[in-house]
């Protein structure tokens, strides 16, 4: 049962709707019609970094625009990741209800254009870099509301295994010229095994071809091209990438396979695919000369041929 006072409530709003509603008196001005004079709500609209910014925050799969824009920093300043392009999804992916998932052809796409603007930017393939690249798809609220870009970005590299380094500077242009970034001579860090080969190898570095080095980037290879589904067995990726290596190898130092394998100081490493690599399409592995443990050049190897390692 209502109180009298919310009884008194109840009838001054129904008399109200009733003015309202065309059963009443009609209020000079008003048409009746509550929603014709509405403007419909805009789009969002998002901020993004613009091509060249650079920004001070980890690679990562997914991004939203505010972190992103706050992460921004001049590139003189210490900074993880440089922006190179954005591209959009689109077509039936667009559609979704949510961002392409890794794996899926459109995060594939998008990783291939980013690669391609990338090796533009720095000016030579990248995989010939100390460099990796980031792609970042909008996370779903962004992507509800209709945000559809994703964000590529370049970064330097601190070992050969991906591990993401600070720089004070753009990496625009850097495999030309005098090519900072370019992969050379490699320090290792490992372990020697019971084979009294390399076992355990935690970390390949660049360093100055002039210093005392033991492995040597001779280039890359592409292994598993057309291959899809879930990352191959190691063994598998260790056959491919050794009937390819292997090879380049030899050309580097001037010799054929036979002679290469007939030398008992020299062998084989590569940096390997993680599950993040071979679901966005990467098939590209790098190939690096590697020397007997204890063994260390001094200068390079390149066409060495039958010689002794210059020590």
């Avoid at 709003?13 to 309202?20: E, I, P, R």
């Avoid at 054929?256 to 062998?267: H, V």
Wanted: hydrophobic share 40%.
């Amino acid at each position: 049962m209502l109180t009298p006072a919310r009884t008194a409530i109840a009838a001054a709003l129904a008399a109200v709707l009733l003015g309202l509603s065309g059963c009443g008196v009609k209020v000079p001005g008003v048409d009746s019609d509550l929603v014709d004079d509405w403007q419909p709500l805009a789009a969002p609209r998002f901020e993004l970094p613009a091509t060249g910014a650079c920004l001070d925050r980890d690679a990562q799969p997914s991004y939203n625009p505010s972190s992103l824009l706050g992460a921004r920093v001049a590139c003189d300043r210490p900074h993880t990741l440089e922006v190179v392009m954005t591209g959009t999804v689109e077509g039936n992916a667009a559609q979704a209800s949510e961002p392409p998932a890794a794996g899926s052809e459109d995060a594939k796409a998008a990783y291939a254009a980013c690669g391609k603007a990338v090796s533009d930017h720095v000016g030579g393939d990248w995989h010939t870099g100390m460099l990796g690249i980031n792609v970042q798809m909008p996370n779903r609220t962004p992507w509800s509301g209709g945000l559809h870009t994703y964000v590529c970005s370049v970064y330097a590299t601190s070992d050969v295994y991906g591990s993401g380094s600070l720089t004070s500077s753009s990496l625009k242009g850097s495999l030309t010229g005098a090519a900072p970034k370019a992969l050379h001579c490699i320090e290792v860090n490992g372990d020697k095994g019971k084979d009294n080969w390399w076992g355990d190898i935690r970390a390949l570095t660049q360093i100055d071809c002039a210093q005392p080095h033991e492995a040597e980037f001779v280039g890359t290879v592409q292994v598993g091209a057309g291959v899809g589904g879930a990352l191959p067995s190691h063994d598998l990726l260790e056959k491919w990438t050794t009937d390819r290596c292997w090879p380049a190898i030899a050309k580097f130092m001037g010799l054929t396979e036979s002679q290469l394998n007939a030398r008992s100081d020299m062998g084989m490493a590569w940096d390997g695919f993680t599950k993040a690599d071979w679901d966005s399409g990467e098939r590209n592995q790098r190939c690096f000369a590697l020397f007997n443990p204890g063994k260390k050049a001094k200068a390079s190897i390149k066409g060495l041929g039958k010689k002794a390692l210059p020590v």
